[in-house]
Nanobody
């Protein structure tokens, strides 16, 4: 199973980007698929997760601006990012796992990670 994240780039503040996370060799099934990000010099942080059994959840910092969705026939999860801010600048990574509800935002609960895609938001 491999995860491939793509769609990053350079955008001005207020702009939009759509990230994609595609799996090869397996389907997502009922796994949780999450996006995390790592800003320069900072810890990895949770962004959003989608899971059939456990729903959709967002970090407070992106709630109302980002939308996570999935296209099962394409084995792809998307992260639509609107109203981007300079503080959204980070490497964005997708991951899969089977965390319990209370651990959906815990990076340690995910066992398969993609390589990351850089998002840079200029002011």
């Amino acid at each position: 199973v491999q995860l491939q994240a793509s769609g990053g780039g350079l955008v001005q503040a207020g702009g939009s980007l759509r990230l994609s996370c595609t799996t090869s060799g397996h389907t997502f099934g009922n796994k949780a698929i999450a996006w995390f990000r790592q800003p320069p010099g900072k810890e990895r942080e949770f962004v959003a997760v989608i899971s059939r059994p456990r729903g959709i959840h967002y970090a407070d910092s992106v709630q109302g601006r980002f939308t996570i969705s999935r296209d099962d026939p394409k084995n792809t999860v998307y992260l639509q990012m609107d109203s981007l801010k300079p503080e959204d600048t980070a490497v964005y990574l997708c991951a899969t796992g089977n965390p319990i509800y209370s651990a959906l935002k815990d990076a340690d609960m995910y066992y398969q990670w993609g390589q990351g895609t850089q998002v840079t938001v200029s002011s």
